[in-house]
């Protein structure tokens, strides 16, 4: 049985999950509204990824008997900016996610909850790929800006560009090329 304090923290990084799909959510639109139809179907993904990762916590919480008290999640930004800004706040909120998956880990160390060690390792290794996916996007775009457009024109370039496949079926490893693969595709190579 996990204790209560371990039981709070889950519950509280269930909201967090829920919260980063919200904003990935948010993201999308943002997106779609823009007819960056790549960059919308990226964030739509994620949505679905951080729904998932609150629903693992959910699993495990209701595998060790836990009380799952669900939260309102808080309504994401509406402010968005360019497309370096949007992936500069997705980096910022990856980081914000890890370090409470970090003091949740520590946490169910203190109060021995070792099978809650084990689930959260899970994320920890998660957060690494996140926070890298993130960066890895930030500089493809820097550096495609840079090499092809200049600043700002590769946003143009963008537009009513999807990716050539279905994005939910790349691997992991493949993602942090969505924005490379986008200008790519717009500029027919
Ligand atoms: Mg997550």
């Known amino acids: 049985m996990l204790s209560k304090k371990i ?13 980063a799909a919200y904003l990935y959510l948010a993201m999308a639109a943002h997106f779609e509204e ?11 993904m994620q949505a679905k990824e951080e729904e998932g ?4 916590l959910f699993d495990f919480m209701i595998a060790r008997g836990g009380h799952v008290d669900l939260k309102a999640p808080a309504a994401p930004t509406q402010t968005f900016g360019t497309v370096v800004d949007v992936f500069t706040k997705v980096l910022a909120q990856e980081q914000g996610v890890t370090a409470p998956i970090d003091a949740l880990y520590e946490l169910a160390f ?3 909850a070792y099978a809650a060690t084990v689930e959260l390792q899970w994320f920890l290794m ?10 890895e996007i930030l500089a493809d775009h820097g550096l495609e800006q ?12 963008h537009v009513r560009q999807p990716i050539g496949f279905p994005y939910a079926e790349q691997p992991v490893r ?10 790519r595709a717009a500029a027919g190579f």
Do not use: C
């Open 7 to 19: 039981q709070a923290a889950l519950t509280d990084q269930i909201n967090t999950e829920f919260y």
């Open 110 to 112: 203190k109060e021995k």
């Open 146 to 157: 840079r090499r092809f457009a200049g600043p700002g024109l590769a946003d143009h370039i």
């Open 53 to 56: 990762h609150a629903m693992k």
């Open 174 to 183: 493949m993602r942090r090329s969505a924005s490379t693969m986008l200008l």
């Open 126 to 135: 998660e957060q690494v790929e996140e926070e890298k996916s993130a960066r």
């Open 34 to 44: 823009q007819n960056y139809e790549g960059f919308a179907q990226w964030f739509r």
